[in-house]
């Protein structure tokens, strides 16, 4: 079953992006109006999101959110069948707005914790080596970065394996793949090498421990999981915040915001704080921007 998948999605992935951006219009129809998918939630989202905004705007935001639901699936079908990152960079999708933030960072510290969210298109991130389109260079090599992701099952993950790391010179060989719970151990294991870590961290915490902050995000309180800051301070590593609006449809700019240049001398609740208000600010000018279908608001029992 997951060859037959890889087989389809690379098939469906050749078409040109033009032809992907018509039928993202038809997959958010169907997704909004028709099937409804998860509609409920996104409206209880918005609505807890957006007090001051009246039912006729929260309509226009939640609309315009299933427009770009349908763009990040049609863009990460796309993005899947490239082999090599010639296709990617013709095609300009993203691009790294600043890349001297990152240089800076990078260049100071012994390693570098992005923190990113389900904002743009996360999905984009494991072409990161080829965004840079400024005449400055980019730190950014295969070797050097890595994603951080959560398993899901073994179908699933071969799947989206294949799909994040196509673009790469060498997919099969990129050793920077990091499942979460191995995330720790690695970074203990190359604690002399210099890294880039990248990892979504507006997520629910997955299971309950010491490792968790309470935070209000978007007017109300949730558990947040700091475990990349925590892995920040220890180590000493510098620490940004990675934002990715759009541009227009078909072209995210990746946007550096510095938080800590060495953060062993800081509290790991301190930077996922900031991380939030940074959040929250690019949210606000974007609210469609953002992934509204899961329930980032749960609570661990008292």
Not at 160 to 171: E, F, G
Not at 193 to 203: L, S, V
Not at 213 to 241: I, P, Q, T
Request: proline content about 5%; overall charge positive.
């Amino acid at each position: 079953m997951q060859a037959v998948v890889k087989f389809l999605m690379r098939a469906l992935g050749l078409l040109p992006l033009r032809v992907h951006y018509f039928l993202a219009r038809i997959t958010a129809f169907l997704a909004g109006k028709v099937f409804r998918y998860r509609v409920k939630i996104v409206e209880e989202n918005l609505a807890a999101a957006f007090p001051d905004k009246g039912a006729k705007e929260l309509k226009q935001i939640r609309n315009r959110f299933y427009l770009h639901l349908g763009d990040v699936l049609a863009e990460t079908i796309w993005f899947g069948a490239c082999r090599g990152p010639g296709r990617l960079r013709r095609a300009r999708l993203v691009e790294i707005a600043n890349v001297e933030v990152l240089n800076g960072l990078y260049d100071k510290a012994p390693g570098v914790m992005v923190l990113m969210s389900h904002a743009g298109n996360w999905e984009l991130i494991g072409g990161i080596a080829s965004y840079n389109y400024s005449d400055r260079p980019s730190c950014f090599t295969e070797q050097n970065f890595c994603v951080v992701y959560l398993r899901q099952n073994p179908m699933w993950d071969g799947i989206m394996r294949s799909n994040r790391t196509a673009p790469l010179i060498d997919p099969e060989g990129y050793p920077g793949y990091l499942e979460s719970r191995e995330v720790v151990r690695y970074v203990f294991e190359h604690r002399n090498e210099k890294k880039i870590y990248n990892f979504i961290t507006d997520q629910h915490p997955y299971f309950k421990s010491k490792d968790f902050l309470e935070v209000n995000f978007m007017h109300r309180d949730c558990d947040s999981m700091k475990g990349a800051a925590s892995l920040a301070c220890k180590f000493g590593m510098a620490v940004c915040y990675m934002g990715m609006p759009s541009e227009s449809r078909g072209h995210y700019k990746i946007e550096y915001t510095t938080i800590a240049g060495n953060a062993s001398g800081m509290d790991p609740d301190d930077i996922m704080r900031q991380y939030y208000r940074l959040l929250e600010r690019d949210i606000q000018r974007q609210p469609w921007n953002y992934l509204w279908t899961h329930n980032r608001w749960k609570r661990f029992p008292k």
